[in-house]
């Protein structure tokens, strides 16, 4: 099973938050996920962005790929894949 690290928008009309998830690669974006990871909002000023890091570290050492704004999340919360490892 492919597990991909991504976000599930929730929220009001034009006032999303997203959950980080751990996510089935095959299932779709608001679908069934594995485990929350974390919470993003975008639209505070500055963005707000909680991860629990062991939770994601766990997932990339696991082999789950983050997408595109995981991936820049994760980078600013100081997770990479390299110190998962």
């Given at each position: 099973m492919a597990v991909k690290l991504r976000l599930m928008r929730m929220g009001k009309t034009?006032?999303?938050?997203?959950?980080?998830?751990?996510?089935?690669?095959?299932?779709?974006?608001?679908?069934?996920?594995?485990?929350?990871?974390?919470?993003?909002?975008?639209?505070?000023?500055?963005?707000?962005?909680?991860?629990?890091?062991?939770?994601?570290?766990?997932w990339l050492d696991n082999g789950a790929q983050p997408t595109d704004r995981v991936a820049k999340l994760l980078k600013l919360a100081g997770i990479s894949k390299q110190s998962a490892k």
């Open positions: 034009k006032q999303p938050t997203y959950r980080l998830v751990a996510a089935d690669a095959r299932s779709p974006r608001n679908g069934r996920f594995i485990e929350i990871i974390g919470t993003y909002e975008p639209r505070s000023e500055p963005s707000k962005f909680k991860i629990d890091e062991a939770k994601a570290t766990k």
